[in-house]
């Protein structure tokens, strides 16, 4: 019989892994840490509004995959991601902490928010989790109002600047640049028309939370060279768009990166997308931006 190593378990939505996100999970790691434990994440994937309030409006600050990677680049041994369906959210309290945490996973300890709700209707609370630790011998850990607040707060401040291009902002309380994954595609070619040839993104998942319509200064990783640029997010107006675009102008740079899957960050935003008078003055504008762009990233590695 194969025996399942112990666990130090927190459970969580985890969106954004931000600052609030980074205090508690370096909690976690430190416990498991000083026990001989295995640190894990037990996370839910879709969002259950998705699932029982058929909510597609709902947007995220990482896919489930960039999720994934970021737990683990905090010390997150193991992230296992259950599949949220209507099924999962009928289980009841017994069931979920005996059938997942306990026979699953073999939990030594829980650390959780006071607040935490589970089970069918949610209907169980921490001081129930404390009565089933006794039950099945683990321990509960639990996470300060004060910490659970600075989440739920950072959380939405986070969304709020995205969603206003203040991508400075988010990254200040991310505690790392906010980045969008997607893959390179094929445009309609007008970059290259008037000497600013872009990577046209491609992000797959719909749910992925996109910052407000602008031009940005971004950086990327390509063949293990961190490359600039600049991106549009919009419609291109200037040229009669109709449907929102992601495109990158990266700087001294020519290789060819079609269906290239690349990771992008954002580092600041210059200015709200425009509709322009002509072709002419779209491009002294992008003149313009590029330079500004180039101050600020020289300002960034002196």
Same mark, same amino acid.
């Given at each position: *019989?194969? /025996?399942?190593?112990?666990?130090?378990?927190?459970?969580?939505?985890?969106?954004?892994?931000?600052?609030?996100?980074?205090?508690?999970?370096?909690?976690?790691?430190?416990?498991?840490? $000083?026990? @001989?434990?295995?640190?894990?994440?037990?996370?839910?994937?879709?969002?259950?509004? *998705?699932?029982?309030?058929?909510?597609? #409006?709902?947007?995220?600050?990482?896919?489930?995959?960039?999720?994934?990677?970021?737990?683990? !680049?905090? @010390? +997150?041994?193991?992230?296992?991601?259950?599949?949220?369906?209507?099924?999962?959210?009928?289980?009841?309290?017994?069931?979920?902490?005996?059938? +997942?945490?306990?026979?699953?996973?073999?939990?030594?300890?829980?650390?959780? %928010?006071?607040?935490?709700? =589970?089970?069918?209707?949610?209907?169980?609370?921490?001081?129930?989790?404390?009565?089933?630790?006794?039950?099945?011998?683990?321990?509960?850990?639990?996470?300060?109002?004060?910490?659970?607040?600075?989440?739920?707060?950072?959380?939405?401040?986070?969304? /709020?600047?995205?969603?206003? %291009?203040?991508?400075?902002?988010?990254? !200040?309380?991310? %505690?790392?640049?906010?980045?969008?994954?997607?893959?390179?595609?094929?445009?309609? @070619?007008?970059?290259? /028309?008037?000497? =600013?040839?872009?990577?046209?993104?491609?992000? /797959?998942?719909?749910?992925?939370?996109?910052?407000?319509? %602008?031009?940005?200064?971004?950086? #990327?990783?390509? $063949?293990?060279?961190?490359?600039?640029?600049? *991106?549009?997010?919009?419609?291109?107006?200037?040229?009669?768009?109709?449907?929102?675009?992601?495109?990158?102008? =990266?700087?001294?740079?020519?290789?060819?990166?079609?269906? #290239?899957?690349?990771?992008?960050? =954002?580092?600041?935003?210059?200015?709200?997308?425009?509709?322009?008078?002509?072709?002419?003055?779209?491009? !002294?504008?992008?003149?313009?931006? *590029?330079?500004?762009? !180039?101050?600020?990233?020289?300002?960034?590695?002196?």
């Amino acid at each position: *019989m194969t /025996t399942i190593s112990a666990k130090v378990t927190t459970i969580g939505t985890f969106d954004g892994i931000h600052i609030g996100h980074q205090k508690i999970l370096k909690q976690v790691v430190q416990l498991a840490e $000083d026990k @001989g434990y295995i640190p894990v994440v037990l996370t839910l994937f879709p969002h259950p509004r *998705m699932v029982l309030q058929k909510d597609d #409006s709902i947007k995220l600050l990482n896919t489930i995959e960039e999720r994934v990677e970021l737990l683990k !680049s905090l @010390g +997150i041994k193991e992230v296992i991601v259950k599949k949220f369906t209507k099924e999962f959210a009928n289980l009841s309290a017994k069931d979920y902490v005996k059938q +997942i945490l306990v026979d699953e996973l073999n939990t030594k300890y829980i650390v959780i %928010g006071y607040d935490h709700h =589970f089970g069918k209707n949610r209907s169980a609370n921490i001081k129930d989790l404390k009565v089933f630790a006794e039950h099945y011998d683990f321990q509960v850990e639990e996470i300060s109002a004060q910490d659970i607040e600075d989440v739920t707060v950072s959380s939405t401040k986070i969304r /709020t600047a995205l969603n206003q %291009g203040k991508v400075d902002l988010a990254n !200040s309380y991310l %505690g790392y640049n906010f980045f969008i994954t997607g893959t390179v595609i094929k445009g309609k @070619g007008l970059g290259r /028309t008037i000497e =600013f040839p872009t990577a046209n993104i491609s992000v /797959t998942a719909s749910y992925k939370l996109i910052p407000n319509d %602008g031009v940005y200064v971004v950086k #990327s990783t390509i $063949d293990n060279q961190t490359i600039y640029g600049m *991106m549009n997010i919009g419609t291109n107006p200037t040229v009669n768009g109709k449907t929102q675009s992601i495109e990158v102008h =990266f700087f001294d740079f020519n290789k060819d990166i079609y269906n #290239s899957e690349l990771k992008i960050e =954002f580092l600041k935003r210059l200015r709200s997308e425009e509709k322009f008078e002509n072709i002419d003055v779209l491009k !002294s504008q992008l003149r313009t931006d *590029m330079k500004n762009a !180039s101050n600020f990233i020289n300002a960034l590695n002196v």
